[in-house]
């Protein structure tokens, strides 16, 4: 065979042989190969190396510049839609602030989101204020407006000050008194005014039930900003401990009875189960002869006199009874 003939054809084994033969010898372009028993020319075979090593952008899989790999910190926490601890409030307000919730119409489906927000928020001022929570009225509209010194006591000037007039008109328009929060329709003040009598004129249990109400509609964020204006009042601990013996007291006697008379016998029984006796004077005058049965949506509330081998205590029996419509809701503590 020529030498012609010889370097017209080579055979290669496979893609890698041919590679490893052309970086050490120059081979032309037109010259014919056969590898791994394809025919073609040197220069087809080059460029089909190049397309295999060189990824696309033109630079080589060796040349490639890799990054290492960052380690990873810890996993940031994403905010939750509902937090993990909420207080819970009382059952009784809870459930009578969402009933009159409905029945005033105040609830998103009607309102709208963003309408139902802010019902819900000027209906909880208005509960803080009719139960003379005003200090933390002024600091729920002062977070909801992003003002924090809104959150500061208002100086109203003296009548009796010759600038009186120009005085209120300035906190007017530019006080916590300018807030649509103080505002709101009819139906949402009578509402509010409801849920606060429901729970006694309770500040605390009185935004816990709206509180309540907005997160039975998914409003978390919402009820989170409304409770949140007590986290920091130092009275908070001893409500705190009675809304606990709430409900530690539940698991002491049966929740739910046919009869109004069989509720308020439950909790007397509860009351003697932990060693005390009940003042039957003070019960005969304030249930006895007291208000008649809760009717539906309503609820009877009585603290009666203890004492415990023969001595008078200083904590009380408290009853709270709710109507229902064919039975009665029992809520008792002592403290």
């Keep these: 065979m020529k030498l012609k003939q010889l370097l017209s054809e080579i055979n290669f084994g496979s893609q890698a042989s041919f590679d490893a033969y052309k970086e050490k010898h120059k081979v032309r372009d037109t010259t014919k190969v056969n590898i791994a028993g394809k025919e073609t020319t040197a220069g087809a075979a080059s460029k089909k190396s190049d397309s295999v090593s060189k990824p696309k952008g033109g630079a080589s899989a060796s040349s490639k510049k890799v990054e290492p790999k960052k380690a990873e910190g810890p996993k940031k926490e994403e905010p939750k839609s509902e937090p993990a601890k909420k207080r819970p409030g009382n059952p009784t307000v809870n459930k009578a602030a969402k009933k009159n919730a ?53 100086d109203y000037p003296s009548m009796d000050d010759p600038k009186y007039k ?16 103080w505002g709101g329709e009819d139906d949402t003040h009578e509402y509010a005014r409801k849920v606060a009598a429901s729970s006694g004129w309770n500040g605390v249990e009185a935004a816990d039930g709206i509180a309540f109400t907005l ?55 509860y009351a003697e189960k932990k060693g005390f006796e009940i003042d039957n004077d003070d019960a005969f005058t304030k249930i006895g002869v007291g208000p008649k049965k809760p009717s539906e949506g309503k609820t009877n509330s009585f603290s009666i006199r203890l004492s415990k081998d023969g001595k ?21 503590y002592i403290g």
């Excluded at 964020?221 to 013996?245: P, T």
């Excluded at 929740?255 to 308020?264: D, E, G, L």
């Excluded at 200083?314 to 109507?323: C, E």
């Design 102 to 154: 409905e029945e005033f119409g105040i609830t998103p489906n009607k309102l709208g989101n963003d309408g139902y927000k802010k019902a819900m928020y000027q209906a909880a001022v208005e509960a803080l204020t009719d139960a003379n929570f005003h200090d933390e009225a002024r600091e729920l509209i002062a977070s909801i407006e992003g003002k924090p010194e809104w959150a500061k006591k208002v």
């Design 166 to 181: 120009d005085k209120m008109a300035d906190i007017r328009k530019n006080g916590v008194d300018s807030s649509e929060y």
């Design 215 to 269: 997160r039975m509609n998914g409003f978390h964020k919402e009820a989170d900003k409304i409770q949140s204006v007590f986290d920091n009042k130092g009275y908070m601990k001893n409500e705190s401990m009675r809304l606990k013996g709430v409900m530690e007291a539940k698991s002491d006697f049966e929740v739910y009875h046919k009869s109004y008379t069989s509720a308020i016998e439950a909790a007397r029984a």
């Design 312 to 332: 008078e205590q200083k904590k009380q029996l408290h009853i709270q009874v709710y109507g229902m419509k064919n039975s009665y809701e029992l809520n008792a």
